[in-house]
């Protein structure tokens, strides 16, 4: 099975054999959190995620997409007034470089993007955030 999330933060299940099935609907979270985890964790009621699932949408807050495009990435980078410090850290980290020109998308939980926004000193908070107002763009 995989989990979908469209762009009104409603998930659905699409199963193997071809049916897909509404999970959580954008309107019904009413406050509770959504974690993407692997295929192997067995769901106890009342149970933490496993290490190392990713939280889509904090208790009682917003979706946060998990990938935005390299424009949205630049709009909202000059929309900040940080593109310079951007294009300066990039030219200064190879890999960072590397991920950069070849990446198809900007994912959330890249590594190397994380590395980035540590070395901006951004916390996950102010990750989320760029992420949020960057999927705004077009």
Do not use: C
Not at 83 to 106: F, M
């Amino acid at each position: 099975m995989i989990l979908i999330i469209d762009s009104t933060g409603s998930i659905f299940a699409a199963h193997a054999d071809g049916q897909i099935e509404t999970v959580l609907a954008a309107s019904d979270y009413s406050g509770k959190a959504v974690v993407s985890v692997p295929d192997s964790y067995n769901a106890q009621p009342g149970g933490a995620p496993p290490e190392g699932a990713v939280v889509l949408r904090p208790a009682g807050g917003v979706y946060v997409p998990q990938s935005i495009t390299r424009l949205q990435f630049v709009r909202q980078s000059k929309a900040l007034g940080i593109w310079s410090s951007v294009q300066a850290y990039l030219s200064a980290n190879p890999e960072a470089d590397d991920w950069w020109t070849y990446a198809s998308a900007i994912e959330r939980q890249s590594p190397v993007l994380i590395a980035a926004a540590t070395a901006f000193g951004m916390d996950s908070a102010a990750v989320d955030a760029f992420f949020i107002a960057a999927a705004e763009l077009v």
